[in-house]
C-alpha cells in the first residue's frame, strides 16, 4: 500500500504541466523560471494566500504551483542541550524535519523525546510530535508509528511517519505528497540515536 501510494505521489508530481514552469533556466525544464519564484514569494508572503492566489491567471497559478508544491529540499534538526552520559537522570531530545523550495517553507514535523534512566534501562518516557504548514500545505496525519523497547529495558525507540499534502486550489489535494521520517531512541544511560 506504501509502495503505491509513493508511485501515486510521483504521477501525481509528473502531472504537473511543463507549461507551468513557463521560460524555464537553461535547458532544463524542471528549473522553475525567476517569475514564478517571485509570484510564490508573493503569495506565501501575502496576507490573504488564498484569495492572491485566487486573483492570478490560471498560467501564473501553475507557475506558483511549481514552486510551491515542488518536492522540496528535507533538513533534520537536533534540538538538545549539552548532555553527557550518566549513571542515571532524564534527557529531552527533538528531531526535527523541515521541508522547503527554493527556501519556501512548505512543512515541517518535529518529534519530542523526554526519557529517564538510571544508568542502564529506561524509567520513563514520554514522546509527542509537532507539525506546522506552509501555504497551501496540509497536514495528512501520522501513517505509520511503532515504538520498542521503553519502560524496565535498555533503551526506547520511536519511530512516526506523516503525510503532508499540497492542496492548491487550482488542482485541488494530491498534486504533491510527503512522507517524511523521524525515528529516535534514547538509552538508560542518556545514549541518544536519531535518523
Request: glycine share 10%; net charge negative.
Amino acid at each position: 500500500m506504501r509502495k503505491l501510494m509513493m508511485i501515486l505521489a510521483l504521477v501525481a508530481t509528473l502531472a504537473i504541466p511543463s507549461s507551468a514552469l513557463a521560460e524555464s533556466k537553461g535547458d532544463d525544464p524542471q528549473v522553475p523560471s525567476e517569475e514564478a519564484i517571485k509570484l510564490a514569494q508573493s503569495i506565501d508572503q501575502a496576507t490573504d494566500p488564498y484569495a492572491a492566489y485566487l486573483a492570478l491567471s490560471e498560467k501564473e497559478r501553475l507557475m506558483v504551483d511549481s514552486v510551491l508544491g515542488a518536492a522540496g529540499e528535507t533538513t533534520t534538526v537536533e534540538e538538545t542541550s549539552e548532555y553527557t552520559i550518566l549513571a542515571s537522570g532524564c534527557w529531552s531530545r527533538t528531531n526535527t524535519k523541515t521541508s522547503t523550495s527554493l527556501g519556501i517553507f512548505q512543512h515541517r514535523i518535529s518529534q519530542i523525546l523526554q526519557w529517564c534512566g538510571n544508568g542502564s534501562s529506561v524509567t520513563s518516557k514520554n514522546d509527542w510530535v509537532e507539525v506546522s504548514t506552509g501555504t497551501f500545505w496540509q497536514y495528512g496525519g501520522i501513517i505509520d508509528h511503532w515504538t520498542t523497547g521503553g519502560v524496565g529495558w535498555t533503551t526506547y525507540r520511536v519511530h512516526r511517519q506523516a503525510q503532508f499534502n499540497y492542496c492548491p486550489l487550482s488542482v485541488g489535494c494530491g498534486a504533491q505528497t510527503h512522507y517524511p521520517i523521524v525515528d529516535q531512541q534514547g538509552s538508560g544511560n542518556g545514549a541518544y540515536w536519531q535518523n
